[in-house]
């Protein structure tokens, strides 16, 4: 069954952690995109990443960090830089002009 | 630059009764457009998508989009509301980018069925 898988579904974090979301896809898809949701807004695109060994910022990259060693896995670390990290997290692939998304990641920070 | 405006954050329909959800979009180029929907808590599913093709759109649960290139539209529409339609959903505008598919996303439509 392919698709991309999104690890934990909820997640809390103290003030001042560091937490990482684990994004992985089995579509064999090339590129990659972390995204997040706040309410009453649409989704801001935090990196991407076009290949293996290769990310890009987006639009809202301040407070965040990737990696991209494998092609199935594209975690993100939200750092203590992040100023307001409560939100709904999304991770998206694609090979065309389609995107497929996983099923979020929502960070509460107590 | 590209962007999309969705002109109604909450639209409420009776099951059974047509849906419209209304988009705008602004593009320098010729644009590809999306509808995606989201129920709570989950990730976003593509209903449909226009890129250059037929300007009437079919995708899937019976909605269907028309792209207007005079109005700068591409507006969502199902003739008959199902309980399970009841979700968010969101016009998408694909901006070119340095080899990769940049999406520009609306800020939502609430679309709420009643019985």
């Known amino acids: 069954d392919g698709g991309i898988t999104q690890s934990p579904k909820y997640l809390f974090r103290k003030e001042g952690q560091n937490v990482t979301l684990s994004c992985e896809q089995n579509?064999?898809?090339?590129?990659m995109y972390w995204y997040r949701q706040d309410p009453g807004q649409g989704l801001r695109l935090i990196y991407y990443s076009q290949i293996v060994n290769d990310f890009q910022k987006g639009d809202i990259a301040e407070g965040y960090s990737v990696s991209r060693e494998k092609k199935e896995s594209f975690p993100l670390t939200v750092t203590s830089a992040q100023k307001n990290p409560t939100a709904f997290y999304l991770c998206?692939?694609?090979?065309?002009?389609?995107?497929?998304f996983g099923p979020g990641t929502r960070l509460t920070v107590l | 630059a590209q962007s999309v405006t969705q002109l109604d954050s909450h639209v409420s329909v009776s099951e059974g009764t047509p849906v419209l959800l209304r988009c705008n979009y602004s593009?320098?180029?010729?644009?590809?457009l999306f509808w995606y929907v989201q129920h709570p808590n989950k990730g976003l599913q593509l209903l449909l998508k226009y890129t250059s093709a037929a300007t009437l759109v079919k995708g899937i649960n019976g909605f269907e989009a028309e792209f207007k290139k005079s109005e700068t539209s591409f507006h969502l529409t199902k003739p008959s509301a199902h309980m399970s339609d009841a979700a968010e959903y969101f016009c998408v505008v694909s901006a070119p980018g340095t080899g990769f598919q940049k999406l520009v996303f609306g800020t939502g439509t609430r679309l709420l069925v009643s019985p």
């Open positions: 593009s320098s180029y010729s644009p590809s």
């Open positions: 998206a692939s694609s090979r065309t002009d389609e995107q497929f």
């Open positions: 579509l064999n898809h090339d590129a």
